[in-house]
């Protein structure tokens, strides 16, 4: 695995929430902590290391801003297709 310098894990509840939610960020080891319970509970990861800097300096349970619903969308795409798979 190669070095993880930072991740970012997203929420999105359509009934409650206008747009994805910044739910955990964090780098070094909290990025690897995230990525590994992600991994243990089978959630869909996907590599975007321009999206996740963005994303990183969106506050933890902040919507993320409009300017990033377009890239947001096409990884929510992205999950949707590989889990329909």
């Keep these: 695995m190669s070095k993880i310098k930072k ?23 909290i990025a690897k902590r995230i990525i590994k319970i992600a991994e243990e509970n089978s959630l869909p990861i996907k590599k975007d290391e321009d999206l996740v800097e963005l994303l990183s300096k969106v506050e933890l349970d902040k919507e993320i801003p409009q300017n990033l619903y377009k890239a947001v969308a096409e990884v929510f795409s992205f999950i949707y297709k590989m889990t329909k798979s």
């Design 7 to 29: 991740a970012v894990a997203l929420k999105y509840d359509k009934d409650k929430d206008c747009a994805p939610k910044v739910k955990a960020s964090g780098k070094g080891d």
